[in-house]
């Protein structure tokens, strides 16, 4: 298995809390009146609270001999670096700069869980080539970058055990944002650090799989209880304007090719429209109009009231 020591020795049962022990297939909870086994597969650990999840183990364990990449998705992904980008995250290099100079100000041994983190996530190489920092990345797929699966309403480590939580693009796909912000919560240490993006002005994207959106304050209300380190535009309206007249010319079709098609069309035809907002993110409307926000926050013992929450609104209205 190639978790890490500190991984191991701070996992606990994502139903109860409880101590889990280890053998070579599975983690099995201590808690006589849990006794739950959580399956080892491919060495990624399945750490899913069944009873309050979408996703379940025998999911995985149907999918154990799909587990990793085959030369369709190598095909599809050499395809697709071939044709134009729509999207563009204009903060998310510049967030992670800060947000490693905060976490590696005060320790040298630093960890951080990343939800979601199958995939590196945009920006986030710099953190990959810093040698204090481990990245302890967790998802509900299989991924190049998975090191265990979860659910991120059940996070299945102690309270209290990272320096830093990292959320990227992940908080649309959740049943309930709000539990996964408190679990987040619960797994930090006091004063450290969080890092989140979420769509705003974004079309629906893996499909059944992708539930809400926030405006910048709903983005900063779900963080209540983190004191705000910075906050704002990570992809602007260019971008979004490029989403909405692709998924316009889609809702024409039903053909997959013809789907194809059009995703292709777009992406050369409407590349440019995110290159607007380098210019865009430095104007006012640009805050009711974006496609997508960033929070950038420490966690803190104080909740932000509603009242002080609408007073940091930075649009027109």
Sequence with gaps: MSLSSFTIKNLICPVCQSELLQTE???????????????????????????????SIKDYINLRDRVGYNRKEIFKKTISSLIPSISNNIAASNNYKKFLELITSNTHDVKILVIGGGYLGNGMELLTKNQTIELIEGDVTHGPRTNLIFDG???????????????????????????????????????????????????????KFDFTRFTLLGHRRLFRNFEEINSGIV??????LAWSYRYFLLSFFKSSILRKLVIVFTAF??????????????????????????????????TLSDKDLIKQYKGFF
């Excluded at 409407?270 to 805050?287: E, R, T």
């Design 269 to 302: 035809t409407a590349f440019y429209f995110k290159y607007f907002d380098k210019f865009l993110v430095k104007k006012k409307g640009s805050f009711d109009a974006a496609s997508g926000y960033f929070f950038l926050g420490k966690k803190s013992k104080e």
């Design 153 to 207: 309403h059940d996070i299945p480590f102690r309270n209290n055990s990272f320096d830093g939580v990292i959320i990227q693009a992940v908080i649309e796909h959740v049943i309930d944002p709000y539990r996964c912000v408190a679990e987040i919560y619960r797994v930090l240490k006091n004063d450290a650090l969080v890092y989140s993006e979420t769509p705003f002005m974004q079309q629906v994207h893996m499909g």
């Design 25 to 55: 297939n599975l983690f099995k909870c201590l808690n006589s009146k849990c006794s739950k086994d959580y399956p080892v597969i491919k060495n990624i650990p399945i750490l899913i609270n069944e009873s309050n999840s979408i996703f």
């Design 235 to 240: 992809c602007g309206p260019g971008m979004a």
